[in-house]
Nanobody, 120 residues
Framework: QVQLVESGGGSVQAGGSLRLSCATSGRAGSTVVIGWFRQAPGKAREFVGFIDWTGGVPIYIDSVKGRFTISRDNAKNTVYLEMNSLKPEDTGLYFC?????????????WGQGTQVTVSS
């Protein structure tokens, strides 16, 4: 079975930090690219960044560059999203997904999401 399971969400004040984890298994574990997306209420799902398992440099959207870091632990089949200097506009349901590219359309397998709430 293909599975991605996110964890690590929570509520923080602006300027705080959180680290999200995405544990992968099954065929998702063999997928080259793991992406992170987020979705705020009433808004479309937004690409945040992705990393591949082969050693490529992670890619981020401009609004999170310098604040978010995506990393991976190949031995644990886990991808992390370290989020620092959080802003209220970072609030949303965060998903990890297995696929390719910057569009949600390119991702076939999704986790259930973990909520991140940043208060001002």
């Amino acid at each position: 079975q293909v599975q991605l399971v996110e964890s690590g969400g929570g509520s923080v004040q602006a300027g705080g930090s959180l680290r999200l984890s995405c544990a992968t298994s099954g065929r998702a574990g063999s997928t080259v690219v793991i992406g992170w997306f987020r979705q705020a209420p009433g808004k479309a799902r937004e690409f945040v960044g992705f990393i591949d398992w082969t050693g490529g440099v992670p890619i981020y959207i401009d609004s999170v560059k310098g604040r978010f870091t995506i990393s991976r632990d190949n031995a644990k089949n886990t991808v992390y999203l370290e989020m620092n200097s959080l802003k209220p506009e970072d609030t949303g349901l965060y998903f990890c997904a297995a696929g390719a590219g910057r569009s949600p359309i390119g991702y076939r397998y999704w986790g259930q999401g973990t909520q991140v709430t940043v208060s001002s």
